[in-house]
T-cell receptor, first 114, second 112 residues
Framework: GAGVSQSPRYKVAKRGQDVALRCDPISGHVSLFWYQQALGQGPEFLTYFQNEAQLDKSGLPSDRFFAERPEGSVSTLKIQRTQQEDSAVYLC????????????FGNGTRLTVT | KNQVEQSPQSLIILEGKNCTLQCNYTVSPFSNLRWYKQDTGRGPVSLTIMTFSENTKSNGRYTATLDADTKQSSLHITASQLSDSASYICVVRSGGSYIPTFGRGTSLIVHP
């Protein structure tokens, strides 16, 4: 299976808990993106990695959100002290570096904060 | 600021009918435009890519058009099927950024 894999598929967290969401991109893909998608809305950009370098984190909504990709492959999105407004689907996508390469998305992690 | 606007926000059609979804963008400099299909509970999947020199491209029952002068694109679906029920998202890439700009999507429901 050569697709983008995200885990867990579903996560329920109590308000105030920390969560970690994992993304396994397609092997060799240089670019990796994280998106937040609220119900009925389009994906909203969170952050972008090129290999292990986080080149853009302008979409992270607060300093409670942190992402890393230490070896240029697997990435983790961490949310500290979760709030109800963090409830959403978190999508990860990977691609080759070229602008005409499509984004390959995982099926997302649905986070529910109670 | 780069922006992508899609219309309509939602659409309901009967199986077998055709429909057209619209995408207007203000991304500059333009590199390419992709239409993605997102089934419920799944990640988006690329349907087609349009570059500056392309006016029309077909992928089965899906036909995308691009007018680079007016910065508009459309996605036409012919003889709709129940499996076409999904969100269709227009995504535009700028030559000056690694970050693509997403539209909010059009939610299409096909009724039998």
């Amino acid at each position: 299976g050569a697709g983008v894999s995200q885990s867990p598929r579903y996560k329920v967290a109590k308000r105030g808990q920390d969560v970690a969401l994992r993304c396994d991109p397609i092997s060799g893909h240089v670019s990796l993106f994280w998106y937040q998608q609220a119900l009925g809305q389009g994906p909203e950009f969170l952050t972008y990695f090129q290999n292990e370098a986080q080149l853009d984190k302008s979409g992270l909504p607060s300093d409670r959100f942190f992402a890393e990709r230490p070896e240029g492959s697997v990435s983790t999105l961490k949310i500290q002290r979760t709030q109800q407004e963090d409830s959403a689907v978190y999508l990860c996508a990977s691609s080759w570096l070229e602008h005409n390469s499509p984004l390959h998305f995982g099926n997302g992690t649905r986070l529910t904060v109670t | 600021k780069n922006q992508v606007e899609q219309s309509p926000q939602s659409l309901i059609i009967l199986e077998g009918k055709n429909c057209t979804l619209q995408c207007n963008y203000t991304v500059s400099p333009f590199s390419n435009l992709r239409w993605y299909k997102q089934d419920t509970g799944r990640g988006p999947v690329s349907l087609t890519i349009m570059t500056f020199s392309e006016n029309t491209k077909s992928n089965g029952r899906y036909t995308a058009t691009l007018d680079a002068d007016t910065k508009q694109s459309s996605l036409h679906i012919t003889a709709s099927q129940l499996s076409d029920s999904a969100s269709y998202i227009c995504v535009v890439r700028s030559g000056g950024s690694y970050i693509p700009t997403f539209g909010r999507g059009t939610s299409l429901i096909v009724h039998p």
